[in-house]
């Protein structure tokens, strides 16, 4: 079941909210949310809700352990190699199976063709993460074990979160887990965060997908210029708003049962550079691999040399954690280097030059960075890269431009660009520099505006949902 489908926004969350918050008493909440959590998971996983169930009960006792145990170091240690353990097998073993058989290492063996079957559980990556950060945190004495059991597989197994983040740390929601108040104004605020990030995915995210999927379908040998520059850029504009979307629609379902998320988006496309970027872009997720795997590691405290170690470890792993792919290690690869080349004086330079130069920097470099992770195979993307390069294909480009672009296209392109960046903070910068009276006077359209705009796509997004086939999210598969 995704956010988008018609049984979640007709029939399950409503059906949700109405029990949870219309029937149940504030005590008995988090049971019911518990509930359709699970069955929430179970629509599309099955068997694997009994997975996600193991985990985040492991995780609940071996917290509990930690404080009883005399060696809490080896206890924690065991806590996080059997959540590993689970990652590893479900979302690396095809890939692990591929690496062998690349080495002609019996690459016919019956076990290895079934580790290329596994099946991955959906939001394996994110619940994982999220056992690791509470049992790190027990650890450290930063959170106290949470003794509810009940509240504790809420915390991991939330629908609004579960399956594509944002990667939630207990210590963030563990007050409202125990106790929290539904507010009017906090429900609407959720609903008109949901409705936003819904218009993202349906309208924006599923209609340049269409072209990008298609270019990405164009042999390899035939791709030019334009399909060249097609798939990397669509992708960029396409990425975004899958996944900030869910993020909103995660965000907003959480404010419409009392929860408070962190934002997980910070508009990263106005980044100049990608340590900026990443500061932006999935903030859960880096600050995970900061608070818990770069900052172990000695983080920058240990010199340069050990930074730029620890830059080359940690990015190659976010590349891993987004796919079982070497193009994905390979963009963590990219990453990584940038960050190092930004650290020994080129972000620097950045700073002093003109703001274009830096924006240019980043794009160029950062669609280069994906035109290796949306590929398919290392082989595609050098293809791809030869054909943005200008030395794909012979084939006329507007040729290929007649066949891959449309008015429709120019459209998504141009609203996406638009939305991607902080319009809403720069207008109302400016209006606020406007005298009084004009001011109060644009200010008292405020909320018919609102009212106008909210309508607009919650009409424009039924008609997405109602006419539109299964468009998984992105972040699904990672």
Known sequence: MIFSAPVFVWFFLPLCLLLCLGFLSPPR???????????????????????????????????????????????????????LAGLVYFKYAGFFAEALGMLQLQPDNEVLQRLRQVHM?????????????YLVDVHRGEVEPEKNPLDYALYISFFPQLIAGPIIRYRDVASQLASRIVTAD???SGCRRFLTGLAKKVILADNIG??????????????????????????????YFDFSGYSDMAIGLGRMFGFRFLENFNFPYVARSFRDYWRRWHISLSTWFRDYVYYPLGGNRKGPLR???????????????????WNCVVFGLLHGTFMVAER????????????????????????????VFTTDGLSHAFFVLKAMAGLGTQTDPYQSAALYFS?????????????????KNFLLLHLQRLPHRPRAWIFSFQRPARLGWYGLLAWLTAGEISGSA?????????
């Open 29 to 83: 909440r988090n049971a019911g949310l518990l509930v359709f959590s699970l069955i929430f998971y179970f629509w599309g996983e099955k068997v694997f809700v009994l997975y996600l169930l193991v985990s985040l009960m492991t995780s609940y006792l071996i917290a509990h352990a930690l404080r009883r145990s005399s060696r809490p170091a080896w206890v924690l240690g065991l806590g996080i190699s059997l959540q």
């Open 121 to 133: 559980p959906l939001g394996i990556s994110f619940f994982t993460f999220q056992n690791i950060s």
């Open 186 to 188: 906090l429900f609407l």
């Open 210 to 239: 269409e072209y990008v999927n298609a270019a990405l379908h164009i042999p390899p040998q035939e791709l030019n210029l334009y399909t060249g520059w097609l798939i990397p850029a669509g992708y960029a504009l396409q990425l």
């Open 307 to 325: 930074t730029y170690l620890n830059l080359w470890i940690i990015f190659p792993l976010v590349g891993l954690w987004h796919g079982a792919s």
């Open 344 to 371: 020994l004086g080129l972000e620097r330079w950045l700073e002093r030059a003109p703001r274009p130069a830096g924006h240019l920097y980043f794009w160029l470099l950062y669609l280069v960075s994906l035109a």
């Open 407 to 423: 008015p429709a296209l120019v459209l998504w392109i141009v609203l996406a660009i638009l939305f991607s960046l902080p319009i």
């Open 470 to 478: 299964y468009n998984a999210f992105i972040y699904f598969k990672f």
